[in-house]
């Protein structure tokens, strides 16, 4: 038998002795929380943890007894917008508590939220700054909106009362525009958020040419449930993304990160309905205008050209008649003229035109072949027009009843 054995009893108890006789009553502690229960008797049951590059190097149990939670949960999430949970780094003051069942733990006493508000936006600044610095911060600022918004790639949560408020503002209309909506669901909260909205970016990337714009959807919550839109990597492909993106994520006096390197900010998703809305109206008013321009411009067109017309029928009404009255002179004359010839010029001009005839009845070439002439060419061409023939030229000859051909020697 050892002499200076324990049993397990007395060994707790040392420790509980060594504890609480060298630690001091309490100890502000940096942590995240890893898991947060409640139970029925309101008691708060948490793990405290310690990241290093997404491993957990250190973790300890956590109690906040239920009277101190009540108090303490309700103070920090009136100070912070979000009550304590799972995820949340966090500034505690805990007491070392050392049972000799239930071991070691840690009693937490009093929770700072201005840290847990810095910490935050300590984050969120060294996201800005890094946007920033790769230059890509105002890059979907710098699309253009389309003409007509009428395909909507919308990031949401198909649950969510922000969607819901959004498309029933886009059915119902006044102006019934429209508008072709696709969902793309994701979750809008918790770890699993930046995870399923970069998925949903991917499948919209795919379908680029079928979107005019994407709409991201959630409306309002507590300031820590937007904390997955100040994430970098989301934000990132948020700022490089090839249509532009319109936000309405939260209320007004929410600005995450998202919100800043979106094409358009609105405050609320009813807002980002009537955007769209403001969009269709505003390119109807467009075509509206260029109708009226264009009508106005027909009309004054088709007004001179009737002008022009009744000048033109005008003119030649007024001509036709002048000419059909010098015509009518004319026609005059020459019947008076064809009434008064002597008989004698008639026939005189007629045996003229007796002799006209004989003379070109005489020139005809078959007469002249007749009276023994003959037709001769050279080298194709009429020997009037030819000059001296040369030795090897062809001689055509056409007499009354032949042709044939010699060759100059």
Not at 287 to 293: A, D, G, H, M, T
Request: hydrophobic letters at 35%; a negative charge.
């Amino acid at each position: 038998l050892v002499l200076d054995s324990h049993s397990l009893l007395e060994f707790n108890q040392l420790i509980k002795s060594i504890l609480d006789k060298n630690l001091e009553k309490s100890y502000w502690i940096v942590a995240e929380i890893g898991e947060l229960n409640v139970n029925q008797k309101g008691h708060c049951y948490l793990d405290l943890i310690e990241k290093q590059d997404n491993y957990i190097v250190a973790k300890n149990r956590a109690t906040i007894w239920s009277y101190t939670f009540s108090k303490l949960n309700n103070w920090f999430a009136d100070r912070t917008g979000t009550p304590l949970k799972s995820g949340m780094n966090v500034l505690v003051n805990a007491s070392v508590q050392y049972h000799e069942v239930y071991g070691f733990s840690l009693n937490i006493k009093d929770v700072d939220p201005n840290f847990t508000i810095g910490e935050r936006e300590r984050k969120k600044q060294e996201t800005i700054k890094r946007l920033e610095s790769e230059g890509i911060i105002d890059m979907n600022k710098s699309l253009v909106l389309p003409l007509v918004p009428q395909r909507i790639a919308v990031i949401s949560s198909e649950t969510a009362a922000g969607y819901g408020d959004f498309v029933n503002q886009l059915e119902t209309n006044p102006y019934g525009y429209s508008v072709v909506l696709t969902l793309f669901k994701s979750a809008m909260q918790g770890d699993q958020a930046v995870e399923s909205i970069l998925q949903s970016l991917h499948r919209i990337y795919d379908q680029e040419d079928d979107f005019d714009l994407v709409a991201i959807i959630r409306g309002g919550g507590a300031q820590t449930d937007l904390d997955c839109f100040d994430d970098y990597e989301l934000c990132s492909h948020l700022a490089q993304f090839p249509l532009p993106i319109i936000t309405g994520i939260g209320h007004e006096r929410d600005n995450t990160i998202t919100d800043m390197i979106a094409n358009t900010r609105m405050k609320t998703p009813t807002a980002v309905a009537e955007f769209i809305v403001s969009g269709l109206m505003d390119y109807e008013s467009k075509v509206n205008s260029l109708y009226e321009r264009v009508f106005l411009r027909a009309t004054e067109i088709i007004r001179e050209q009737e002008e022009n017309l009744n000048n033109i029928s005008y003119r030649i009404s007024m001509l036709g008649q002048q000419k059909i009255h010098r015509a009518e002179l004319k026609l005059n004359s020459i019947a008076n003229s064809i009434k008064t010839l002597p008989k004698h010029f008639i026939e005189r001009h007629s045996n003229k035109l007796n002799v006209f005839e004989k003379t070109i009845f005489a020139s005809n070439p078959k007469k002249i072949l007749e009276r023994g002439f003959t037709i001769t060419k050279i080298n194709g061409k009429f020997a009037a027009n030819s000059k001296e023939p040369n030795s090897g030229d062809l001689v055509e000859t056409t007499t009354k009843d032949t042709k044939f051909e010699s060759i100059v020697q």
